[in-house]
């Protein structure tokens, strides 16, 4: 740790390179994040379209807000699937991810390896993560329709992503597969970073593995388990790759997850006045969670400095 | 070793054998389809032995000339790494080693600008490069990408940079190097492994992404990802051609992950677990 003294010297030169430093990454974000982020806003007071004539982007105050909160039924549809999706997606993910992690934790001489194995699916593109998912959902010729109409889970002639229910539970697991290899690293190297005098006390004592679970390894990992929890919900909450080349928001609307809706409004029926008011909201929300996010590792950095 | 552990031990083997099966044979069902000959791709029983082909690869990527996406992708990603690098390791070193008002609040920002869903951020994008021109060229996707990969390189720095002592910027300063000259010569060369391994990630990022690269660039600088679900048609996919696009699209990143896989962990977390 630097001395008081040192850590007062270093402020002291940096007074000449700061804004040198500084200013290039903030122009940059400026140009491509704040910039935009303030023309959403405007232009959700305008009722601009390219598909309807007369609709130059003129002003209309409140009207697309008002028109958000009382008649955009299928906008709030939307919401409640993303909710429902960012739950099942992410409760399952959790404890699939913490047990294998468990599971690994233990056999460290295989670990590595195997870690590799089991990381696949997160690194891949996300697009391609959604054309497996088709490749193998398929109705004729999918390889896990084959074997779940073997063992008798599908009927012969249900197939998953034509059917309302089990497109979302299609996505969902689509979901899990690829991301559930993100908790299990995350949480592993939270388990492999715990102080082992607690462990070894607990052993001393002959407490059982499942005593040790939840009396130690849980309390100590819970900051780690929590940052986890947040990382995941933001990025479910904004997830389009996978669906939008899955399912496309269907059968119907079942699985149309806000962040498609908002490119539906926008891009297909270019109704961008309103179009903004949607992806504002969709900002909104991961704003909060980012907030939530930065204060917890802010406050964990603080008592770490402590 | 009693009986009861050794039978313990090796439910967990299966059970690991089990999981890294499930993780692997979607993709790696992919991989097979991508040589199988036509009608093998379409049997509803699932072919496991066949004779490879690689006429897929052929028909996708030289009669449909895809080659140029992978062209696309591969200067775009590397175009998005390099401003990122540039522009964000000064920044990164700021936040390191000196606090200012305020400077929680950039931090932040920076945060918020990666997490900001990318559907949110295009819909203006596109509007203001419409405005300008510049709809369907490399540069807007890689501007684009510059969103999130700035940050990941600020936040990812930040804590690469915390780890070298200060004394070595003192002692370079001792030594008649001016402080950017430090930063230069020497805790340039210090970061480096940190510096690489960021830049493999912004690359796998940049490489990765489908929603602004689809949306800004949708014909001549369109990349691989933009490429795939165009080839997925209600009638007649040809499944055999998505599936070589997506191989190729996928293999280099799977190879770049085991090479940083030691930074794994903080690069998807900020930094804030340590792997």
């Known amino acids: 740790m630097a001395s008081p003294r040192t850590r007062s010297r270093a402020l002291v030169l940096d007074r000449g390179v700061g804004p040198l430093f500084l200013t290039p990454a903030l122009v940059l974000l400026a140009l491509v994040v704040v910039g935009p982020f303030f023309y959403t806003i405007a232009l959700s007071f305008t009722n601009l379209s390219y598909a309807l004539p007369d609709h130059n982007g003129s002003f209309v105050g409140f009207d697309n807000y008002r028109r958000l909160v009382r008649s955009d039924p299928v906008f709030w549809d939307s919401f409640k699937t993303t909710l429902l999706f960012v739950g099942a997606a992410v409760a399952v993910e959790m404890l699939l991810g913490f047990g294998i992690a468990l599971l690994l934790a233990g056999r460290l001489a295989r670990q590595r390896f195997v870690l590799t194995l089991v990381l696949v699916p997160m690194m891949l593109a996300p697009v391609t993560i959604g054309l497996i998912g088709k490749l193998m959902l398929q109705g004729e010729f999918g390889l896990a329709t084959y074997y779940l109409r073997q063992i008798g889970i599908l009927g012969e002639q249900t197939a998953m992503l034509s059917h309302p229910k089990l497109a979302l539970i299609a996505i969902v697991i689509l979901d899990v597969w690829q991301w559930t290899p993100f908790v299990t690293l995350v949480l592993l190297a939270g388990m492999l970073g715990l102080?082992?005098?607690?462990?070894?006390?607990?052993?001393?004592?002959?407490?059982?593995?499942?005593r040790i679970l939840w009396?130690?390894?849980?309390?100590?990992?819970?900051?780690?388990?929590?940052l986890v929890l947040l990382l995941r919900s933001i990025d479910a909450f904004k997830e389009f790759d996978k669906v939008f080349v899955l399912t496309g928001g269907g059968p119907g609307t079942a699985t149309e997850l806000l962040s498609i809706?908002?490119?539906?409004?926008?891009?297909?029926?270019?109704?961008?006045?309103?179009?903004?008011?949607?992806a504002f909201m969709v900002y909104l929300v991961v704003l909060i969670l980012s907030s939530v996010f930065y204060k917890a590792i802010s406050r964990r950095d603080r008592t770490a400095e402590r | 070793m009693s009986q009861m552990s050794r039978a313990w031990r090796g439910a967990v083997v299966a059970l690991v054998v089990a999981i890294v099966i499930l993780a692997l044979t979607p993709y790696l069902w992919m991989v097979l389809t991508s040589v199988k000959g036509r009608l093998e791709v379409l049997s509803d029983k699932p072919v496991w032995k066949f004779s490879p082909t690689l006429e897929h690869y052929g028909g996708v990527f030289i009669d449909k000339k895809y080659l140029p996406l992978v062209w696309n992708s591969a200067i775009i990603a590397v175009g998005t790494t390099i401003l990122s690098l540039v522009i964000g390791v000064p920044a990164a070193y700021v936040f390191a080693r000196s606090r200012f008002r305020g400077s929680e609040d950039l931090f932040f920002f920076f945060l918020t600008t990666r997490m900001a869903p990318a559907i949110s951020v295009v819909v203006p994008m596109y509007l203001l490069f419409n405005k300008l021109g510049l709809l369907d060229t490399r540069l807007v996707v890689v501007l684009a990408h510059s969103t999130f990969n700035l940050s990941l390189v600020v936040w990812m720095m930040r804590g690469f940079f915390a780890e070298i002592p200060p004394q070595m910027d003192e002692a370079a300063q001792l030594d008649g190097h001016t402080r950017a000259g430090a930063f230069v010569r020497v805790l340039l060369p210090l970061a480096a492994p940190g510096i690489a391994a960021t830049a493999v990630l912004c690359f796998i990022l940049s490489w990765n992404e489908f929603l602004y690269a689809f949306i800004l660039a949708?014909?001549?600088a369109r990349t691989l990802t933009v490429g795939i679900p165009g080839?997925?048609?209600?009638?007649?996919?040809?499944?055999?051609?998505v599936a070589a696009v997506a191989v190729v699209a996928t293999l280099p990143i799977i190879l770049f992950t085991i090479v940083v896989q030691r930074h794994l962990v903080r690069g998807l977390t900020f930094g804030a677990v340590k792997g």
């Open chain 1, 195 to 210: 102080p082992r005098g607690p462990f070894e006390a607990a052993i001393m004592d002959g407490a059982s593995r499942a």
């Open chain 2, 218 to 220: 949708a014909f001549d």
């Open chain 1, 261 to 278: 809706y908002t490119y539906r409004v926008n891009f297909r029926e270019w109704d961008l006045g309103y179009g903004a008011v949607c």
């Open chain 2, 231 to 241: 080839l997925v048609t209600p009638h007649g996919t040809l499944w055999g051609q």
């Open chain 1, 215 to 226: 009396d130690i390894t849980l309390p100590l990992l819970r900051p780690i388990i929590g």
